[in-house]
């Protein structure tokens, strides 16, 4: 059965903290993990990963993926409040359509 | 441009009686998918649609649920005799593409569901 597990389960940083988010996981014929960022109800996407060490930047967001050692990160600088939120990470087989979702780490950014 | 919507955001019914949750995806987006997610958890997947054809259910949690989508563009979730298990937030994604690199589901804001 595929596994995803997310550490660690909640953090509390100030802003302008730097922060790394893990996601280790087990799954068959791996196609893809995702990082989505979830304030209040709707999942929002982040960055998908396919290939091991190509980093993903989006501003101040980055990630990148280890296909050997099963795992990614998601690293967060200079952060502010408003990323406080749960980010999810998920995979992907790759002959199938849904995702295993990891169950978040809760970040809360005090000012 | 519209993202995908859910109706209602919130529904509080009493144990035994039946709801309908609608999800409208992105124009033009293939696939369809229906998660459940408990307090504090991440999402669980349900079902999925391409089109109209119902692909995969395997996630449904007993044959109280159910979910169409007829025309290969709205979609329902429908739970028969609800149960107080059955409170979560509901939520639905869609996608471009069935297959191919590109098939990033996007989510709706969900339906929290309340079982009393």
């Known amino acids: 059965e595929d596994k995803v597990v997310q550490s660690p389960l909640s953090l509390v940083v100030h802003e302008g903290d730097t922060v790394t988010l893990n996601c280790s996981y087990e799954?068959?014929?791996?196609?893809?993990l995702l990082w989505y960022k979830q304030e209040k109800k709707a999942p929002t996407f982040l960055f998908m990963l396919?290939?091991?060490?190509i980093e993903k930047k989006s501003g101040r967001l980055s990630s990148i993926l280890d296909k050997k050692e099963l795992f990614s990160i998601l690293n967060i600088t200079a952060t502010q409040t408003g990323d406080s939120a749960v980010y999810l990470c998920a995979v992907k087989r790759e002959y199938g359509n849904k995702l295993v979702f990891g169950a978040g780490t809760i970040l809360r950014v005090k000012s | 441009g519209a993202g995908v919507s859910q109706s209602p955001r919130y529904k509080v019914a009493k144990r035994g009686q039946d709801v309908a949750l609608r999800c409208d995806p992105i124009?033009?987006?293939?696939?369809l998918f229906w998660y459940q997610q408990a307090l504090g958890q991440g999402p669980e997947f349900l079902t999925y649609?391409?089109?109209?054809?119902?692909?995969?259910k395997s996630g449904l949690p007993s044959d109280r649920f159910f979910a169409e989508r007829p025309e290969g563009s709205v979609s329902t979730l429908k739970i028969q005799r609800t149960q107080q298990e059955d409170s979560a937030v509901y939520l639905c994604?869609?996608?471009?593409?069935?297959?191919?690199?590109?098939?990033?589901?996007?989510f709706g804001p969900g339906t929290r569901l309340t079982v009393l």
């Open positions: 649609f391409q089109n109209e054809a119902q692909l995969d």
């Open positions: 396919t290939s091991s060490g």
């Open positions: 994604a869609s996608s471009l593409k069935y297959r191919g690199i590109t098939d990033t589901q996007y």
């Open positions: 124009s033009g987006h293939v696939s």
């Open positions: 799954v068959t014929n791996f196609r893809s």
